[in-house]
């Protein structure tokens, strides 16, 4: 069974930090290119960041971009998010996807809930 696992959303304040994890199981996790991605109410979906199944190389989404780090752990099938300097605007549910592009494979996790409040 294909699972995509995430946690360590919250609330925190302006200027914060976060990390959220997304845990993979069911499936070869380090084959598949990860991603972040969010949304919040009455906004676009974004994606936030990216890393390969090659040679970990990485991409952001510009509002992201020095703030946030994405990194993988393929011995433990784990996928992160590193959120530092948060806003308000960062404020969305943050999920993950999985994608093997040999095959066109693409699984979703269900979301964890980050708030950036004062």
């Known amino acids: 069974q294909v699972q995509l696992v995430e946690s360590g959303g919250g609330l925190v304040q302006p200027g914060g930090s976060l990390r959220l994890s997304c845990a993979a199981s069911g499936f070869t996790f380090s084959s598949y290119r990860m991603r972040w991605h969010r949304q919040a109410p009455g906004k676009e979906h974004e994606l936030v960041a990216q890393?390969?199944?090659?040679?970990?190389?990485?991409t952001y989404a510009d509002s992201v971009r020095g703030r946030f780090t994405i990194s993988r752990d393929n011995a433990k099938n784990t996928l992160y998010l590193q959120m530092n300097s948060l806003k308000p605007e960062d404020t969305a549910v943050y999920y993950c996807s999985a994608a093997r592009i040999i095959t066109g494979d693409l699984y979703w996790g269900q979301g964890t809930q980050v708030t950036v409040s004062s």
């Open positions: 890393i390969t199944s090659a040679v970990g190389s990485t």
